[in-house]
């Protein structure tokens, strides 16, 4: 499908969501992917599913279906749903948050201690070794020894973040290396 029909489908699915469910487009744009059609004829919807649930809506004509339930697995949780009805600037504080904890975590000590070490584990990297653990492993690993060490630094970024969870802090703390294959910038 050429991106214009996409282009159109996407705004045709925008104004049926946010008509039906008060869905912000906004919302649909960023986290909806297409996934094709099904059916035939009269019958044929096209398919859209979101990126991170996996959660899917159907459009046929200008009329959106959620669908409640893939097999057996239910799906459009009212906290999905609230997800989707969250306003521009629910948006965009979410997004300015995740800019703020980036830039912690830049910046951090425990980062700037552990980057040469954590970028070992990525096979990107141009320092990778092979047969390590995975970078979130070897993550939560260094958390869980340096928690055991009771070390200040982790413990300052975990204050930060206003958690002792070594998966969320894991997840913060891995997120300057993201950025930074994303941005070509792990020489």
């Known amino acids: 499908m050429n991106n214009a029909k996409l282009d159109e489908l996407f705004e045709i699915l925008c104004a049926a969501c946010h008509r039906q469910f008060l869905f912000n ?3 649909i744009k960023a986290e909806m992917r297409y996934v094709g059609t099904e059916g035939h004829g009269k ?16 459009l046929k ?15 459009w949780s009212d906290a999905e749903k609230a997800h ?3 306003s521009d600037a629910q948006i965009d504080a979410q997004v300015q948050l995740k800019k703020d904890h980036l830039e912690y975590a830049k910046a951090s000590p425990l980062y700037l201690d552990h980057r040469a070490q954590l970028l070992t584990h990525y096979k990107d990297s141009p320092s990778f070794v092979a047969g390590r653990s995975s970078p979130r492993e070897a993550a939560k690993l260094l958390i869980s020894a340096l928690s055991e060490a009771h070390d200040a630094r982790l413990a300052n970024f975990a204050a930060h973040y206003g958690s002792d969870d070594a998966e969320l802090l894991a997840h913060h703390l891995l997120s300057p290396c993201h950025f930074e294959f994303a941005a070509g910038q792990h020489a």
């Open 25 to 27: 487009p906004r919302r």
């Open 43 to 58: 019958e044929m919807v096209h398919v859209f599913r979101d990126a991170k649930t996996h959660s899917q809506i159907t």
């Open 61 to 75: 004509h200008t009329f959106a279906t959620l669908r409640e339930k893939q097999g057996d697995k239910p799906h």
């Open 84 to 86: 989707y009805k969250e």
